[in-house]
């Protein structure tokens, strides 16, 4: 019996399942400078807590085709900061999952400034 080990690609299988996937992606998109954490509301109305960016994943045979919500600071250079984010997403699948990326679709769906907005009035 021989006590080196088989080459790893010969010893079995690796499967990532897409939720860890999603989670890697919404991490780097979270890490870039000018994004940002939506407030939850409800009828307008602030519910307490956040949202980070979300993501969906899906693969094919030419890699993952992932799909990103975000939100970003205001003001901020949009175009500048969604490389940033293309980057690191496409950088970190690679060095994490060994994974390609064959699509990335970024949705800037809010922008929000400093300012902590207003309490809901009554009158």
Do not use: F, W
């Given at each position: 019996?021989?006590?080196?080990l088989a080459d790893a690609g010969e010893r079995g299988?690796?499967?990532?399942?897409?939720?860890?996937?999603?989670?890697?992606?919404?991490?780097?998109?979270?890490?870039?400078?000018?994004?940002?954490?939506?407030?939850?509301?409800?009828?307008?109305?602030?519910?307490?807590?956040?949202?980070?960016?979300?993501?969906?994943?899906?693969?094919?045979?030419?890699?993952?085709?992932?799909?990103?919500?975000?939100?970003?600071?205001?003001?901020?250079?949009?175009?500048?900061?969604?490389a940033d984010v293309r980057e690191r997403i496409t950088?970190?699948?690679?060095?994490?999952?060994?994974?390609?990326?064959?699509?990335?679709?970024?949705?800037?769906?809010?922008?929000?400034?400093?300012?902590?907005?207003?309490?809901?009035?009554?009158?």
């Open positions: 019996m021989s006590s080196e299988t690796l499967d990532i399942d897409q939720s860890v996937l999603r989670k890697i992606v919404e991490h780097a998109a979270d890490q870039a400078p000018g994004t940002r954490h939506r407030s939850r509301t409800v009828a307008g109305l602030g519910v307490g807590g956040d949202a980070g960016p979300s993501a969906k994943i899906s693969s094919g045979s030419g890699g993952l085709d992932v799909r990103l919500n975000l939100a970003l600071s205001y003001p901020s250079p949009i175009r500048s900061t969604v950088r970190d699948l690679d060095r994490l999952t060994g994974q390609q990326v064959r699509s990335l679709s970024v949705d800037v769906d809010a922008l929000q400034g400093d300012r902590v907005p207003d309490s809901p009035r009554v009158q």
